[in-house]
């Protein structure tokens, strides 16, 4: 299972752009790459998942190089509720496995 | 849908002591796993099934047992409970088919061990 690499913390504004770089550098060639985040209390929750280029849904864009050894959440015009720690994985292995690292915890200010 | 369920929100139990934590789910999915979250950490899988009859062991599987005569149920029980078992328990199901791996979590059980 190849794990990741995540800054352990960062900060932003209200309507700001955030970026969150996540390194994986063992990544398997079936492995997906899929980000999650977590709410204090809460179970995580999907946000989005890519496999090459960029991905796009309605709450956030994923870029991946070619090389496939880091990939970018994206958050666009963030708010005080995107406060959250968010989560980096790749995989699945073939049990279905992923391995969860301490992830970022992102603190959004007004 | 429900989506996936837990049950109890929370629990105490003193060292030694047995239970089971309940999950349920209704999307007819296939994979369900238990992983548990300690303060400021990831979470670590303690077993998982790939369907009804199927279970195997993830990361940390020592002191508890799971069993899946279901599609729908997944409990976890913890055979005799430790301090070191206080934790953030979560179960999640997910579809096993497709390119989707996305996994659905249920709301949490808060388990201390005194």
């Known amino acids: 299972l190849a794990k990741t690499t995540q800054p352990i913390s960062m900060d932003s504004y209200e309507g700001q752009e955030v970026n969150i770089t996540c390194s994986h550098n063992n990544i398997a060639t079936n492995d997906y790459i899929t980000w999650y985040q977590q709410f204090p209390s809460q179970g995580p929750r999907f946000i989005i998942q890519g496999y090459k280029t960029k991905v796009t849904n309605e709450v956030a864009s994923l870029f991946i190089p070619a090389d496939r050894k880091s990939s970018t959440l994206s958050l666009p015009r963030v708010s005080l509720s995107d406060t959250a720690v968010y989560y980096c994985l790749v995989g699945p292995d073939s049990n279905y496995q992923l391995i969860w690292g301490a992830g970022t915890k992102l603190i959004i200010k007004p | ?114």
């Open chain 2, 1 to 114: 849908n429900a989506g996936v369920t837990q049950t109890p929100k929370f629990q105490v139990l003193k060292t030694g002591q047995s239970m089971t934590l309940q999950c349920a789910q209704d999307m007819n999915h296939e994979y369900m796993s238990w992983y548990r979250q300690d303060p400021g950490m990831g979470l670590r899988l303690i077993h998982y099934s790939v369907g009804a009859g199927i279970t195997d062991q993830g990361e940390v599987p020592n002191g508890y047992n799971v069993s899946r005569s279901t599609t729908e149920d997944f409990p976890l029980r913890l055979l005799s409970a430790a301090p070191s078992q206080t934790s953030v328990y979560f179960c999640a199901s997910s579809e096993t088919s497709g390119s989707s791996y996305e996994q659905y979590f249920g709301p949490g059980t808060r388990l201390t061990v005194t």
